[in-house]
């Protein structure tokens, strides 16, 4: 069984700063893909970041610049630092990876979502 755990997120101020983290636990072999995504009141979920196991990146437009997707392979663990935060990030941000686990099975998976809002 794998799980995804979030953490990080919070109240902030436009302008600041929060740093995601999400880990991978469970019968794994390994986490390939991770990626956080975002979902405001009433809109769709929007992928914000994706990081490949070898490092590569992608990112929602709006936020290039802005945050930055790490990753830990040791630690299957991914981090999102998110700076000059504005109103309109305000969001559940979700947790979401590709494993591979000890049966070989590829499975996606999801975090229970944290909390991020931006105050103006």
């Known amino acids: 069984q794998v799980q995804l755990v979030e953490s990080g997120g919070g109240l902030v101020q436009a302008g600041g700063s929060l740093r995601l983290s999400c880990t991978a636990s469970?019968?794994?072999?390994?986490?390939?893909?991770m990626s956080w995504y975002r979902q405001a009141p009433g809109k769709q979920r929007d992928l914000v970041a994706v990081?490949?196991?070898?490092?590569?990146?992608n990112y929602l437009d709006p936020v290039k610049g802005r945050f930055t997707i790490s990753r830990d392979n040791a630690k299957n663990t991914a981090y999102l630092q998110m700076n000059s935060l504005k109103s309109e990030d305000t969001a559940v941000y979700y947790c979401?990876?590709?494993?591979?686990?000890?049966?070989?099975?590829?499975?996606?998976?999801w975090g229970q979502g944290t909390q991020v809002t931006v105050s103006s």
């Open positions: 979401n990876a590709d494993v591979l686990d000890v049966v070989f099975r590829e499975g996606n998976y």
């Open positions: 990081i490949t196991r070898g490092g590569s990146t």
């Open positions: 469970g019968s794994i072999i390994s986490v390939n893909n």
